[in-house]
């Protein structure tokens, strides 16, 4: 019989976490936590007086012994979770074995999509011209619905190489004991850390969070997926050379100000100077590692380049010069990485200057990523020119292609602020020209003055700035990209997102700020369509923008490259998931037809969430199922919440999801449009019908003053608030409205309470009401579904959304909610679900939502008995919360509704 690795992790990680309760808390807290699970077990067997007798039972408890319940069955689910990534490793190798011996390539690699381009007939020279283009950049967000230190992420990783050691097949006995030791005493480390801190994290706290998966994980991953790629071409197109790297990073953190005020332009220049920080000691790194390695004598022989190059670095250090020369004698690559480290320490210690400070550079100081690239390259020269090709292509290319990829900025820091703000500044900046009044001008008015502006050569602001404080920063934002450039390169900041684009000016208004700093034209500025409303104006606003001449004078500086944001949150909270997906598709049919017409290089930025309610699932299939046009070779894509930890604190898993993003780059850059169904035809008018049907169901519930004193009392929405899990404030504005709350606690807040609603609201409705008792309807919707991939890849989503969502918990929940409301909206909700399980079982021909995944319908149905504790936990403190007049106790009580926060998400997974 195979043996069971996933089994065994987990029943080992549960035996020691149970010992460690008894060890650190006793064995009332023990008895407690498997009468809980006991009588949560029987609930979901459908014993209604269990779940009864566990809620009173709950309310009763006393504060600690609750929290210490909520803390074990999250601490269980951050083991499982490992222990499932472990299962998906050894899958995974499993595979790959496999596919070697067949002599196939494994399924969603960069080897497999060039492979299928060979077998389709893709002639060298248009894969030659794709890969040359090709861009794939994952961009980290701090949003808060993950919210890990770093010492926990470092704990986590711990065990999770504990438990791979224990996995090995030739591990001894004695090996086993020693690894079981050392995990044991992790789990102890686990459970006496708090997961969160005790104070709110500072946007510098959230950067140096996201700096931990660089820092872990991807610095040394990106060498690894460049060589798959160069292998994966010499197999499929050996006559073509080596491609430059495909990926790219970017990050939010620091530089996303839309409604949080904690990022201020000083708060960005220390974001950029961490990134810069972070960079060079990780190349420090890489240099001790290849000092040992590039050992070769000098008898060998050495380039004329490269000894005038240490000659002229023996002038700039010469104690490092005299200390290599009697350390290393007659090593002259060991002596050159001397002084590449010497001169990476002196750009270090340059590099945690304030940028106000004097910008001349010191002596011995590298400018830019492009000089230490230059410095390794002539390494590289040097030793093929002598028989060294092997030591040129090893470890040494790794670091060139760490330093052609990261550079001085590590990854690129995105500047992200709402529409409003920009024109507020404008307004006051122009009043003193003669001309107020700017935000109440028609359309037409702003495009004018605007474009009139660009085309002036004067400075729009002194230099000592005088206006109101937003004004003021806003202004000095541009001008701190115009630093960045200076101190850090034009990598360090290249992209300017406008948030809540409602027209061409909102563009052109920061094109005109950024001309006043100086860094028009070396700033994409980027349009961001939320709302449905903006998604379908998005082609008429780009046609408008691409016909300024100011406008593409500024695209000829870029390359006549434009990129795009696409928002899929705010259009899931405004439209409903069937019609934010479906305006989503058809803007990507759209926009792209536009640049096309204008003869642009779209770059498509898609800001997707984890949970399938802001475009989550599985990426590769995402992109796969988009128009090709969209792709083009390029994407740019969001990476956030809990989604981070999943793809990239593993290095073999978040290896194994950048090639399949790369892969399915590849692979759609290479389909063309064609006419069909889908384009046009009958299934384009059928889901434009259905669309219309689903976007009125959802807006029915919304709209109902019912919704949201409902909302906020059966979620922990408002507690979500006041909880230390990020920066940034949860709704704009004092006001509680669906229009000014985030997109993100709302799709986070539904998650919590199992009704996922975000992720399949409406869909029953929309499906019922068109089709009816149509069976030729029917029939349309399962054709649809089988041959149709954006279609499936909706539904598939959205099944997964269903299946996760659990109808007797969020009647648990609605125990919170006052009468009147919990008639009025939990009735709808518990309909909807019902009506929209049938329409997907009917069209999809299936007996389960999920029986074509039969792993995840496992993972779901094991996992839950441990989920729904938490839940009913956190109405009990939920309850209590509300109650509690003493501020030290609600304090105490928050604390553990964070613990009970943390572990559903934990539990469930991909939920934010």
């Given amino acids: 019989m195979a043996r069971d690795f996933l089994s065994e992790n987990i029943h080992r990680l549960g035996d020691l976490l149970g010992e460690t309760l008894v060890e650190q808390e006793g064995a009332a807290l023990f008895e407690r936590v498997e009468h809980v699970r006991a009588l949560a077990k029987a609930g979901r067997a459908g014993d209604e007086a269990a779940v009864a007798r566990l809620l009173e039972r709950l309310a009763a408890l006393p504060l600690v012994e609750a929290r210490g319940v909520a803390k074990a069955f999250a601490s269980y689910f951050q083991l499982v979770n490992l222990a499932e990534e472990q299962e998906r490793l050894r899958v995974l190798r499993e595979r790959a074995r496999d596919s070697d011996a067949s002599g196939a390539a494994m399924g969603e690699t960069l080897a497999a999509a060039l492979a299928e381009l060979k077998t389709r007939g893709v002639p060298a020279a248009q894969v030659a011209a794709l890969l040359a283009a090709c861009r794939v950049i994952p961009v980290l967000t701090a949003h808060p619905t993950e919210a890990k230190r770093r010492t926990v992420l470092a704990k986590l990783q711990r065990v999770a190489a504990l438990l791979e050691r224990l996995g090995t097949e030739s591990v001894t006995p004695q090996e086993r004991d020693e690894a079981t030791l050392h995990l044991r005493e992790e789990i102890v480390a686990l459970w006496q850390t708090d997961e969160t801190r005790t104070t709110r994290p500072s946007v510098l706290d959230e950067v140096r969070n996201g700096l931990f998966f660089f820092e872990n994980t991807l610095f040394d991953l990106v060498p690894r997926l460049h060589r798959r790629l160069v292998a994966a071409l010499a197999a499929a197109y050996p006559e073509l050379p080596a491609p430059a790297p495909i990926l790219a990073f970017g990050s939010w953190i620091g530089g996303d100000r839309d409604g949080n005020p904690n990022v201020t332009p000083e708060v960005t220049e220390a974001a950029l100077r961490e990134h810069k920080r972070t960079v060079l000691t990780l190349y420090m790194r890489g240099l001790d590692r290849l000092h040992g390695h590039l050992s070769t004598a000098e008898r060998l022989g050495v380039s004329p380049e490269l000894r005038a190059s240490l000659e002229r670095d023996a002038a700039l250090f010469p104690e490092v010069d005299a200390r290599s020369r009697e350390r290393y004698p007659q090593q002259p690559y060991r002596h050159k990485l001397a002084f590449v480290y010497r001169r990476l320490e002196a750009t270090l210690e340059a590099a945690s200057r304030p940028w106000r400070a004097d910008l001349r550079p010191r002596p011995g100081t590298y400018a830019d990523g492009g000089e230490l690239i230059a410095e390794l390259r002539l390494i590289q020269h040097s ?92 202004v000095e934002l541009l001008r701190l990209a115009r ?21 061409a000016s909102d563009v052109l208004a920061v094109l005109l700020l950024a001309k006043d700093a100086g860094v028009a034209d070396r700033l994409d500025v980027v349009p961001l369509f939320e709302t449905i409303d903006d998604l379908r104006a ?151 019908a259905i669309s219309e049907h689903a976007h009125a169901a959802y807006r029915e519930l919304v709209d109902r003053p019912e919704l949201i004193p409902y909302f906020r009392a059966t979620t922990p929405v408002d507690e979500i608030a006041h909880l230390n899990i990020g920066s940034r404030p949860s709704r704009r ?79 648990a ?84 509704v964070l613990i009970t926060v943390n572990g559903i998400a934990a539990g469930l997974r991909n939920t934010g």
């Fill in 733 to 811: 504005g004092a006001a509680f409205t669906l229009d000014g709350l985030r997109a993100i606690p709302w799709v986070f807040a539904w998650t919590q309470s199992r009704v996922t609603l975000p992720g399949w609201y409406g869909l029953g409705t929309a499906f019922t009401s068109w089709a009816g008792q149509d069976e030729e309807r029917w029939a349309l919707l399962a054709q649809m579904n089988h041959e149709w991939a954006f279609f499936r890849t909706m539904l598939d989503n959205s099944r997964m959304a269903m299946r996760k969502a659990d109808m007797a918990i969020a009647r």
């Fill in 383 to 474: 030793l093929r020119a002598h028989r060294g090709e092997r030591l040129a292509d090893g470890h040494l290319q790794d670091l060139v292609t760490q330093a052609e990829t990261f550079g001085f900025h590590l990854a690129t820091l995105d500047l992200r602020q709402h529409s409003e703000r920009h024109a507020a500044a404008l307004e006051e900046i122009l009043a003193r020209y003669g001309a107020p009044g700017y935000r109440g001008w028609p359309e037409a008015k702003k495009l004018e003055v605007l474009a009139a502006e660009l085309r002036v050569a004067r400075p729009l602001t002194p230099a000592r700035l005088d206006f109101s404080a937003e004004t003021n920063e806003t």
């Fill in 813 to 896: 929940c609605a125990s919170l909610a006052a009468a009147a409301a919990r008639e009025v909206v939990l009735g709808r909700i518990v309909a909807e679900h019902e009506s929209t399980e049938r329409a997907i079982l009917r069209l999809s021909g299936a007996a389960d939502l999920l029986d074509d995944q039969p792993w995840l319908q496992h993972s779901i149905r094991v996992r839950n008995p441990y989920i729904d504790p938490m839940n009913y936990v956190q109405v009990a403190l939920l309850a209590r919360l509300r109650a509690a007049q003493d501020p030290a106790e609600a304090e105490a009580i928050r604390e553990a």
């Fill in 483 to 503: 630093r960045a450039h200076e101190r850090v390169g034009p990598e360090a900041i290249d992209s300017y997102v406008v948030s809540m684009t409602r027209g």
């Fill in 538 to 688: 998005a082609p008429a606003i780009l046609e408008s923008l691409f016909a300024e001449p100011a406008y593409r004078a500024h695209l000829a500086h870029r390359g006549e490259a434009q990129q795009v944001m696409i928002g899929y949150s705010d259009s899931n909270k405004d439209g409903g998931y069937l019609t934010a997906n479906w305006e989503l598709h058809k803007a990507q049919r759209a926009v792209p037809a536009v640049c096309d017409r204008h003869g642009l290089k779209l770059t498509l930025f898609h800001g997707r969430g984890g949970s399938v309610g802001r475009g989550g699932g599985p990426a590769n299939r995402a992109i796969l199922a988009q128009p090709p046009e969209s792709v083009q070779g390029r994407i740019k894509l969001t990476e956030q919440g809990e989604a981070i930890t999943n793809r990239y604190a593993n290095p073999e898993l978040a290896l194994r999801h950048l090639e399949q993003l790369g892969s399915a780059v590849v692979l759609a850059s290479a389909n063309t449009p064609r006419p069909g169904p889908s384009r046009g035809g009958a299934w384009q008018q059928a889901l434009e």
